[in-house]
């Protein structure tokens, strides 16, 4: 039990600043108890049972349009208030992707995307793999493998066919260059743009920029 509240809380840590202004909406995770095993459900902040408690691990705190919820055979699933399933959430460190920068990668067809935490699928699950976004960006593999790294001791993927970058706008760029007046980008067909540290395209670069 200490295990499954510490997941409950690390969840709440990592997204506390995602609602800022909580407008009541939501549902609360309650508890059953059969025999020896504890299960979840959801309901209104005046008790009223929405969700039934199946679910293994209650994994949201406030579920305002959707829960991360643990099913009985182990499988990690986003449900909404109707309780349906509306995304397979990747699976990282044992558990459900973290939130990096509002979006969490999740997993249709065996191909990766990412969602935010209403269940709104931001990119759509096309990648064999992805990294989390950071400075906006997020770093995308067709093809390959996963292997594991003995000297680094951690798994890694390899053998990609095509390697590149993706930001939230679903634009994609094989290069990414720093140079001292900032990011560049560059596309396939050579073009390139200058982006800030939320990924966004802010300005075309007309000279060629010089590559190290």
Known sequence: MKKIIFIITLFICANAPLYPQDDG????????????????????CDRNEI????????YTDKMHKMAIVMRDDGQWIGI???????????????GPDYVFEGLFRFVDNDK???????GDKIIPA????????????AEYAYGG???????????????AAETGYINKYGQRFIKIIKTEEGRVACMKDN??????????????????????
């Open 25 to 44: 909406d939501y549902l609360i995770p309650f508890a059953e108890m059969r025999g020896d095993t504890q299960y979840f459900g959801y309901e209104t």
């Open 51 to 58: 969700i039934k408690a199946k679910y293994r691990i209650a």
């Open 80 to 94: 909404d208030r109707n309780d349906n399933v509306i995304l397979y959430p990747f699976i990282y460190d044992n």
């Open 112 to 118: 990766i995307g990412f969602a935010n935490l209403d």
């Open 126 to 137: 096309e990648f064999d793999f992805v990294e989390p976004f950071q400075d906006g960006l």
């Open 145 to 159: 493998h996963s292997e594991y790294d003995h000297l680094n001791e951690h798994w890694a993927w390899t053998g």
């Open 191 to 212: 073009r390139r743009f200058y982006i800030d540290d939320k990924g966004k395209i802010i300005k075309a670069v007309k000279a060629v920029v010089k590559e190290e």
